[in-house]
């Protein structure tokens, strides 16, 4: 089952513009949502996660149960915000801890 | 900042060969973690560790995948028989409780020939 879609693989905008990062889930109990990022040659690292309901780097996402989404956005996008971004999914209140992720959204962001 | 680490960066192997990736999770974590990202697709789990065994294991960690504890410091990762469809970037996680941020490995690139 399709747990976790980002239907953008890439997302281009010019510096200083707002972005928009999409990320739908279907999973029907309550989830925990993250978003990770990828810098180029960098490992996974998370960027936010939505129970901690906190700003990283500018970045925001609130999760919007009634239309099961977790879009990723930031006002005005930096150069050095390029990078790939994941969403991720995991049962809340699971024992296991496994997360389910989306094929993830590159976005460049150009000067 | 103590960081998950990952050896070899790269492997090459032949069909039919075995392969051991390693990985040193962080020093104080309990719960560790493999997933693969094949070229172009997502990333997916493979399977998860506590207590030295496994906890949850996905339909792709079949029985060709073995996962190990050696001793206090590594977890690894061994395919058995390798396939072309194993080549991938594995990763390995590690969190200091399931419910807690999982930090990531920088992967090791694995090419199956």
């Known amino acids: 089952a399709q747990r976790v879609t980002q239907p953008e693989k890439l997302l281009s905008v010019f510096k200083g513009a707002p972005v928009e990062l999409k990320c739908n889930y279907s999973y029907s109990g309550s989830p925990e949502l993250f978003w990770y990022v990828q810098y180029s040659r960098q490992r996974l690292q998370l960027l936010l996660r939505?129970?901690s309901r906190e700003s990283i780097k500018g970045f925001t996402a609130d999760l919007n149960k009634g239309e099961t989404s977790f879009h990723l956005k930031k006002p005005f996008a930096q150069e050095e915000d390029s990078a790939m971004y994941y969403c991720?999914?995991?049962?809340?209140?699971?024992?296991?801890?496994?997360?389910?992720f989306g094929r993830g959204t590159q976005l460049t962001v150009w000067p | 900042e103590p960081e998950v680490t990952q050896t070899p960066s790269h492997q090459v192997t032949q069909m039919g060969q075995e392969v051991i990736l390693r990985c040193v999770p962080i020093?104080?974590?309990?719960?560790f973690y493999w997933y693969r990202q094949i070229l172009g697709q997502k990333v997916e789990f493979l399977v998860s560790f506590y207590n030295n065994e496994i906890s949850e294991k996905s339909e792709i960690f079949d029985d060709q995948f073995s996962v190990e504890r050696p001793d206090g410091s590594n977890f690894t990762l061994k395919i058995r028989s390798t396939k072309l469809e194993d080549s991938a970037m594995y990763f390995c996680?590690?969190?200091?409780?399931?419910?807690?941020?999982?930090?990531f490995g920088p992967g090791t690139r694995l090419l199956v020939l």
């Open positions: 020093s104080n974590h309990l719960y």
């Open positions: 996680a590690s969190s200091r409780d399931r419910r807690e941020t999982q930090y």
């Open positions: 991720a999914l995991r049962f809340r209140g699971s024992t296991l801890g496994r997360l389910y």
């Open positions: 939505h129970i």
